[in-house]
């Protein structure tokens, strides 16, 4: 056999929940399903810095936060990283090519690909009048440009009236051909054709959605409207006082507060992923055409995840299941990894930074010591193997800036600005609907988690802990500052 392949599906703001294999009661994943009974699936796959940058920050570089340094959302930062995933699988060997996005800066570095098709998506500071031309999404990424070749000069995908972070949803208002979602399966398709038939290829098809706008085309929005759609989770525990305020904001971070415009949300977003889905079925039939899926390890995964509404929250980076809950699947067969056991699911947690390691696991290459993420196939033969305990994660996100531990069964979150701290039993109660951070019964677990979360932020230049107490208030940048700079060094 030839040296394997390897397809990395990325998708941006896919729920971990969202899928049929998953036991979602409404959203329709047939391909994806069938990754799933052909693979390992891992059902504690999380986003440790639940928003685009920073969680592509651990996927490129295999880094947990505290070195890769982005701990919030904020552009225009320069992607500085001496070592990548793609880079490193060019040295074993492979010809790296992505298409659509990357969502880095400068918005054409390649981060060791030999060659990027760039969709990043609408990003407002790529299209402000005052950016260079040269870093302009109207002539840097390939999708804009292509668009406008076919369409016309005015051609956006902002002619559906939706902005990039809203929950308003409509169907696609062109042919379903002109749609970016088909754009990433028609150049990855594409790049099948024409790549060198004596070289293994690592080829990354990222996708924009189910990310808003939430603009899948008509077909699929048909399939949800006449639904009976599963409300959104609202537990015990929520306030009603930002989606008295917000509720009515086309891009609230609360969702609307009207049910019907809650319920288009649902369908658009559902919409979108079955229409991602199905766009992953063409790819995977061209791989069977070309005689490669034999040969072709596949893995997919997400970013981070979408409220959707749970908890009066909508979009991410927050510390609930739907914004850090990520779907990933391992697939392939037992040529391609000896023993793996499939339609199994490991129930250890495993985090974005994992991607990098087990791909060059995969391909018997070195894996450089900046990497913090571990190799995900022991599990692969071993579902019942785990990686880690807990894992951290946080968001930098003004007065919603948080931390959190996650374990296979329970969570503990720190709110860093206000002190707020919540409990739950998430393998009880997925949805989590309890704050159990009183309940008498768990204060031995939470002081627990309380004195890791401690011992985790003691060195951290922000002064989140002094390693005896968690501190409340101190400053908070999405992009984390080294010790020398915090000391004025």
Known sequence: MNKPNILLIMTDQLRGDCLGFAGHPDVKTPYLDTLASRGVSFDNAYSSCPSCIAARAALHTGMAQEHHRRTGYEDNIPWEYPNTMAGELSKAGYYCQCVGKMHV??????????????????????????????????????????????????????????????????????????????????????????????????????????????????????????????????????????????????????????????????????????????????????????????????????????????????????????????????????????????????????????????????VNADIPDSVDGKSMLPLVTNPDEKLRDVLHGEHSYGPYSNHWLVSSYDKFIWYSETGTEQYFRISEDPKELHDEISNPAYQKRIEQLRRTLIETLKDRPEGFSDGTQLITGCPYPPYMPDKAQKEGK
């Not at 990855?188 to 790549?195: A, G, N």
């Open 105 to 362: 800066h400068p918005l054409r570095n390649y981060l060791g690909f030999h060659n990027v098709e760039l969709h990043d998506g609408y990003l407002h500071s790529a299209r402000y009048t005052n950016v260079p031309w040269q870093e302009s999404q109207k002539n840097a990424d390939d999708y804009f440009h292509w668009l406008k070749q076919e369409k016309g000069i005015d051609a956006d995908v902002t002619d559906t009236g939706l902005e990039c972070n809203s929950w308003v949803a409509r169907p696609w208002i062109y042919e379903e051909k002109y749609h970016p979602t088909n754009w990433v399966t028609d150049r990855s398709i594409d790049f099948l054709r024409r790549k060198d038939p004596q070289k293994p290829f690592f080829l990354m098809a990222s996708y924009l959605r189910p990310h808003p706008p939430f603009d899948a085309p008509s077909y699929y929005f048909d399939l949800y409207n006449k639904k009976e759609l599963t409300p959104p989770a609202v537990g015990d525990w929520e306030t009603t006082a930002e989606l008295q305020a917000m509720g009515r904001v086309f891009d609230s971070k609360c969702g609307p507060s009207d049910a019907e415009l809650i319920r288009e949300a649902q369908i658009g977003y559902y919409a979108c992923i079955t229409h991602l889905d199905h766009q992953i079925g063409r790819l995977i039939q061209a791989l069977v055409e070309y005689g490669i899926y034999d040969n072709t390890l596949i893995l997919f995964t997400s970013d981070h995840g979408e409220e959707l509404c749970d908890h009066h929250m909508f979009r991410k980076s927050r510390p609930y299941q739907g914004s850090i809950r990520i779907p990933m699947i391992v697939s392939g067969n037992d040529k391609l990894l000896s023993g793996m056991k499939q339609g199994t699911v490991s129930h250890s947690v495993v985090e974005l930074r994992d991607v990098m390691p087990t791909l060059l696991d995969f």
